[in-house]
């Protein structure tokens, strides 16, 4: 009998295939089967896979279905690859997945990817902590079918005023702005990253005051991650890494 194999759930990255870690384009190039979320995952990325590769779009299945293919090809010996938009971390559904692994007795690894908070960063040419700005980032979406629990409502988060990347609710952004206008001035630097990475990617910069009119005009409803925070700006304080005053391990 073959050998069961270890499952691997990779993050694809947010579209772009280059954008993919080298450990995930090997497990998808020696993968037998591949469950892909269908309805963020770039296709392209399939590319990667053999040819006469097992393809299966997760997009309609429910947990039971997309579990029991990773779990009957895994002990048939064939090598499983489930294949999750952006990182791993970030909104994957992957804790429920891996609880149905560990209850069945299956080993899986996990190979993070590129989230797309990263990649909307990136085409922002931004980091998203400035020293003596926000030396924090909070991820996070607003409520919609998903609860968000109570303490970690927008309008409470914003108090912090620190840098936001606000996933799964571009669609909701006019009650976004208003939750976070507890917390932030109007002409907080704003911006969402519609589709980063893809060929036809947008990016939209303004204000909290004024992102909401901004992504209603452009039409944008799905795949964007909002930004707030000062640090998008850029300017303010050098961070003490470049510091010539500054000494560290590196530099005496
Ligand atoms: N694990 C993914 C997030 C999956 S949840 C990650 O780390 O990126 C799906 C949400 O992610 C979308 O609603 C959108 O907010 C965001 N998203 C995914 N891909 C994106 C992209 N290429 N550009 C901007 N936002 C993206």
Redesign the pocket.
């Known amino acids: 009998m073959a050998e069961v194999s270890t499952i691997y759930f990779v993050?694809a990255g947010?579209?772009d295939p280059e954008l993919i870690t080298v450990k995930g384009k090997k497990l998808l190039e020696e993968a037998d089967v591949v469950v892909y979320a269908g309805s963020?995952v770039k296709e392209k990325i399939l590319g990667y896979c053999r040819k006469g590769v097992e393809i299966h779009n997760s997009a309609s299945m429910d947990l039971e279905e997309i579990t029991g293919i990773m779990v009957k090809a895994a002990r048939e010996g064939r090598r499983v690859v489930r294949l999750?938009?952006?990182?791993?971390?970030?909104?994957?559904a992957l804790n429920e997945q891996a609880s149905v692994l560990e209850r069945e007795g299956m080993a899986y690894g996990v190979v993070p990817?590129?989230?797309?908070?990263s990649?909307?960063a990136a085409s922002l040419g931004r980091e998203l902590t400035m020293p003596e700005v926000s030396q924090t980032v909070i991820v996070t979406?607003i409520a919609g079918r998903t609860p968000v629990p109570e303490a970690e409502k927008l309008s409470s988060l914003a108090s912090h005023g620190a840098t936001m990347c606000?996933?799964?609710?571009?669609d909701k952004i006019e009650r976004v702005v208003e939750e976070l206008s507890v917390g932030y001035p109007p002409d907080t630097p704003a911006a969402v990253?519609?589709?980063?990475?893809?060929e036809d990617?947008r990016v939209l910069t303004g204000t909290l005051g004024d992102i909401a009119a901004r992504v209603k005009e452009a039409g944008i409803t799905?795949?964007?991650?909002?930004m707030v925070g000062r640090s998008l700006a850029g300017d303010g304080k050098k961070s003490k890494l470049y510091d010539k005053e500054f000494k560290h391990g590196y530099r005496k």
Do not use: C, K, M, N
């Open positions: 993050g947010p579209g963020l999750h938009t952006g990182d791993t971390a970030f909104y994957s990817g590129v989230s797309s908070a990649a909307s979406r606000i996933f799964l609710s571009v990253v519609y589709r980063a990475s893809w990617e799905r795949q964007a991650i909002i």
